[in-house]
T-cell receptor, first 114, second 112 residues
Framework: DSGVTQTPKHLITATGQRVTLRCSPRSGDLSVYWYQQSLDQGLQFLIQ???????AKGNILERFSAQQFPDLHSELNLSSLELGDSALYFCASSGGSRGSNEQFFGPGTRLTVL | GQNIDQPTEMTATEGAIVQINCTYQ??????LFWYQQHAGEAPTFLSY????GLEEKGRFSSFLSRSKGYSYLLLKELQMKDSASYLC?????????????FGTGTRLLVSP
């Protein structure tokens, strides 16, 4: 158990809908990262937050947005969902923006768009 | 930009040694990580290299050559439970903040 929690574990929805994925980092970790993992692609970095502020952006679509709240939990919002958005979404946390060497991954949310 | 290459699949026998290679190109290199990922599960941290040389951790070792943009993960005394994907990731500080860029992973199948 990495100490990072994600809810829900599974999500099934229809095209055009909007969903929210939630992540709670390890106790004391200030940085939260979101990744997308599709079958035909590796782990793709989406976005990083550090202590409530956006710090780095990867291949995140405009239909996707995220935020980190004062209690350090984070939410990833996916809107106007398409079939191709079906993937595993992982959240990871680490000790600081340049600090801890490793990122600890949550169990992931499997999103299926029908 | 970043580019990370590793073999797609490898097979090995229980008890053997296997070496998984990773080559990378990145503008702001600040460390290389290896993660293990079983199907449908979260990646788990295996090793971290930021200086040239070999880091040993039990049955797993990782090597880095920054001048060659090259790393390998060495797994000894293979066990069936080592069947998994192994992800090479480079930390890139090009944007000023750490960002991990992952390779597509090497799927290792260990047979009896």
């Amino acid at each position: 158990d990495s100490g990072v929690t994600q809810t829900p574990k599974h999500l099934i929805t229809a095209t055009g809908q909007r969903v929210t994925l939630r992540c709670s980092p390890r106790s004391g970790d200030l940085s939260v990262y979101w990744y997308q993992q599709s079958l035909d692609q590796g782990l793709q970095f989406l976005i990083q937050y550090y202590n409530g502020e956006e710090r780095a952006k990867g291949n995140i679509l405009e239909r996707f947005s995220a935020q980190q709240f004062p209690d350090l939990h984070s939410e990833l919002n996916l809107s106007s969902l398409e079939l191709g958005d079906s993937a595993l979404y992982f959240c990871a946390s680490s000790g600081g923006s340049r600090g801890s060497n490793e990122q600890f991954f949550g169990p992931g949310t499997r999103l299926t768009v029908l | 930009g970043q580019n990370i290459d590793q073999p797609t699949e490898m097979t090995a026998t229980e008890g053997a040694i296997v070496q998984i290679n990773c080559t990378y190109q990145t503008s702001g290199f600040n460390g290389l990580f290896w993660y293990q990922q079983h199907a449908g599960e979260a990646p788990t941290f295996l090793s971290y290299n930021v200086l040239d040389g070999l880091e040993e951790k039990g049955r797993f070792s990782s090597f880095l050559s920054r001048s060659k943009g090259y790393s390998y993960l060495l797994l000894k005394e293979l066990q069936m439970k080592d069947s998994a994907s192994y992800l090479c990731a480079v930390r890139d500080l090009g944007t000023g903040f750490q960002k991990l860029v992952f390779g597509t992973g090497t799927r290792l199948l260990v047979s009896p």
